[in-house]
């Protein structure tokens, strides 16, 4: 027997033990829930509480029919050759144009849907969907397989170093879906259909949205969080290497930085300049005056910024504590270590623990210790490294959380992490929070977040990579993102061949969302506190490379207003600053088609160049509009591929024309 059960925003369809619940979440956007016996209301996830909408529900001869905005769900009783299925079908409102349906796995069974029991209420989750000729996914995060569309792959819901698992995918056929489930999994995206899979969790939980590339991100803000306004100094270069070994240090490169005449927003202390890890304190032989140095730094207008590991050392002063007080992620078996380290002082490697970001009491605490050891010092801006959590081996099953077991809740870290500094700076009354993230998850970007791609090497292959990967971050939902110029492993700074690759890499950086430098130069070291990696300042690479880098530092000053008013749009509207043609020209075929090319805001068209000796290359230009080439003074029509000139000294970049003119002069010394 089939039960159907409507009030005025949801339609609810029990089937033998299994209840689904279609709910509207949101303009042009609803929620399924399916689960055994009843729908769990308060399961962890990233939807947070929507606004009323006007939608029409009915239900007549074994259908329901719910209608919010421009999408229309059907949810029909089906009966199958070995039993009765209740399955859902998405359309367009205006049109009845079919958006996406479930999918059988097989005539006789499992259905579209699968719960295969584990015991205790937990089960193996499947959920499958039509595939379509012609259909791209983008979004679904940040991978390293170098793919902007992802039809054809399968992608493991798992956090990663440089695998980043946010699950919302954009369709071209007009909708988007996040998987509203924090557990491990993976999703494949077959030609044959897609299938979602949760490894271990309780329900089945999606979301869905329809419209523009443009009004599908507004729609997944709305639903997930919108990005707080980016602070102004956010938008200039921030320097890094892999590690300054001291305070003199690092303030000498800021001192010959600016004594340059070259412009710099954010100096970064990495790791190891702790006591031990999990302190969460300077290290007073190396950092005698940690206040005094951020005074300095403060009158010279750069802000600081701290590497903040949520690994703690069993030696280290927090452990027993946050042991006692049950704070640290637990195991299902074993002690509870996750992961290896070779801290100071030991010369071996030991087991390592995580405290637990699920738990609030957790936050709390982190946070103590970041306000007294750092905060109170002065430094406001947080590196949140290593925060998927990195655990090896990676047996998330057998993790322990506050919020549940960790085969459920494990992609959860990252935002609960990010969620902790979000919150301890509003609780200290600051405005502005910047946390660069090696991980995330949908909903990052309402605690500050910004992303960047991890340890990737120093290769043009992995350059070519970085263009897609960002492009993916963008279109799920989190609008502050950067690279390692350079790239993160190797790169010798003497190297002819490395040069020619960080200039590339540079102007690049120039037209990404943040402008970071960053890698573990040659030569190396083994891991440990007496690593510190090759030069990596501006100036490290020979004087042909410092001048092109230079005139690329200044280009970056000239675009930051430009840059500042894309944000204030990411942050409102939930459209990211840079981003594929296909968003801004959804209606050019070719446009959903080009990779290696993006847009940084309306105005600017980008064509970085990534193999080594290019000097020119082909620009698709999109179609309805005209394009100004500010080198060349040429304007060129869209909807064709012109061949452009690509010197060492710059790389392609056009402009809209007539509407941002102005922008040309920008573009040029």
Not at 61 to 71: A, E, K, P, Q, S
Not at 266 to 288: A, K, N, R, Y
Not at 649 to 662: F, M, N
Request: proline share 7%.
């Amino acid at each position: 027997m089939t039960v159907f059960r409507t009030d005025h925003r949801s339609i609810e369809v029990t089937t033998g033990h299994e209840v689904l619940r279609i709910e509207s979440w949101g303009a042009d956007s609803v929620r399924v829930r399916v689960g055994q016996h009843r729908v769990i209301p308060d399961l962890p996830g990233a939807l947070l509480s929507p606004k009323p909408t006007d939608t029409v529900v009915t239900t007549a001869n074994d259908r329901g029919r719910l209608v919010n905005g421009g999408l229309t769900v059907v949810v029909e009783r089906r009966e199958e050759e070995a039993e009765v299925e209740a399955r859902i079908r998405f359309e367009r409102t205006d049109t009845g144009e079919e958006l996406l349906a479930e999918q059988r796995a097989h005539f006789w069974w499992p259905g579209a849907r699968l719960f295969l029991s584990q015991g205790n209420g937990y089960a193996r989750l499947e959920q499958r969907f039509e595939a379509y000729p012609g259909e791209r996914f983008f979004g679904l995060g940040q991978h390293t397989h170098g793919r902007l569309d992802q039809k054809g792959l399968v992608l493991d819901l798992v956090q990663r170093n440089g695998e980043i698992n946010i699950p919302f995918l954009l369709s071209s056929r007009g909708y988007g879906l996040l998987w509203n489930s924090p557990a491990v999994g993976r999703v494949e995206l077959a030609e044959n259909g897609t299938r979602w899979v949760a490894d271990s969790a309780r329900q089945i939980d999606y979301w869905v949205t329809t419209g523009s590339p443009a009004g599908i991100m507004a729609r997944y803000a709305d639903a997930t969080g919108h990005a707080p306004p980016l602070p102004d100094w956010a938008s200039g270069f921030w320097q890094s290497k892999l590690r300054y070994r001291n305070q003199a240090e690092l303030l000498g490169v800021v001192r010959e930085h600016l004594g340059r005449g070259l412009p710099l927003s954010v100096i970064v202390i990495d790791f190891f300049h702790w006591t031990h890890l999990g302190s969460w304190t300077f290290d007073p032989v190396e950092w005698p005056d940690p206040a005094g140095m951020v005074r300095e730094l403060d009158e010279l207008g750069v802000k600081v910024m701290v590497s903040i590991w949520p690994s703690v050392n069993p030696l280290s002063e927090n452990y027993r504590e946050l042991t006692d007080r049950g704070l640290l992620v637990g195991t299902e078996s074993g002690v509870p270590f996750h992961a290896p380290w070779i801290d100071k002082g030991y010369g071996t490697e030991m087991p390592v623990a995580f405290y637990d970001a699920t738990d609030p009491q957790a936050r709390e605490f982190i946070w103590s210790r970041v306000r007294r050891n750092y905060h109170d010092l002065g430094i406001k801006v947080w590196w949140l490294d290593a925060c998927e959590p990195e655990i090896r081996p990676g047996h998330h099953a057998n993790l322990r959380f506050h919020a549940g077991p960790g085969a459920e809740v494990a992609n959860l870290y990252p935002v609960e992490h990010a969620r902790a500094f979000y919150e301890g700076m509003l609780g200290a009354g600051d405005d502005e929070v910047v946390s660069l993230c090696r991980s995330g998850w949908a909903g990052s970007q309402r605690y500050g977040a910004a992303l960047w791609s991890g340890d990737i090497p120093a290769t043009f292959a992995s350059l070519r990579t970085q263009i897609r990967a960002g492009l993916n971050v963008g279109l799920s939902g989190i609008p502050w993102w950067t690279t390692d110029i350079g790239g993160f492993h190797g790169g010798d700074p003497d190297s002819p061949a490395y040069r020619e690759l960080i200039i590339r890499w540079f102007q690049y950086g120039a037209f990404c969302p943040l402008f970071r430098l960053h890698g573990f130069r040659l030569p190396k070291k083994p891991l440990g506190p007496e690593m510190t990696g090759g030069p990596n300042e501006v100036w490290s690479y020979g004087p042909e490379a410092y001048a092109v880098i230079v005139d690329v530092l200044r280009l970056r000053e000239r675009l930051r207003p430009y840059v500042m008013a894309q944000m204030r749009v990411a942050h409102e509207q939930g459209l990211p600053p840079m981003r594929p043609l296909f968003v801004d020209f959804t209606s050019d075929p070719v446009s959903w088609t080009v990779e290696d090319q993006f847009l940084l805001g309306p105005d600017l068209l980008v064509a970085p160049v990534t193999a080594a000796g290019e000097r020119e290359r082909d620009v698709y230009l999109p179609a309805g509009i005209d394009w100004l080439d500010p080198y060349t003074g040429r304007t060129h029509s869209g909807g064709q591929t012109i061949r452009a000139a690509a010197p060492l000294r710059h790389i392609p970049v056009l402009v809209r024309h007539p509407a941002a003119p102005h922008l040309a002069t920008l573009l040029k010394p």
